[in-house]
């Protein structure tokens, strides 16, 4: 499920988005976070859109779910 492209598609390169963000699904997402802490990187800032219009709707309560269970548990524990 991988919403962010769609959100923005002439705001931001996809280039830059694959460099610098941290999207995608779950297993991507866990991947890069991992690639940051091994670089000494302890805290991050997530952020998306929160606003009724994208956060509200099926896909953006699904893609929330999504990083509650599947990527901040496992980068919680490790």
């Avoid at 896909?59 to 509650?68: C, D, H, P, Q, W």
Wanted: net charge negative; with cysteine.
């Amino acid at each position: 499920m991988e919403l962010w492209i769609h959100a923005f598609p002439a705001t931001l390169p996809p280039e830059f988005i694959d460099r610098f963000g941290v999207v995608g699904l779950p297993d991507r997402c866990i991947a890069k976070l991992s690639e940051l802490r091994s670089l000494g990187i302890d805290k991050v800032l997530l952020s998306g859109q929160f606003n009724e219009n994208v956060y509200g709707s099926p896909e953006g309560t699904a893609a929330r779910r999504l990083m509650e269970a599947e990527v901040l548990p496992v980068m919680q524990a490790g």
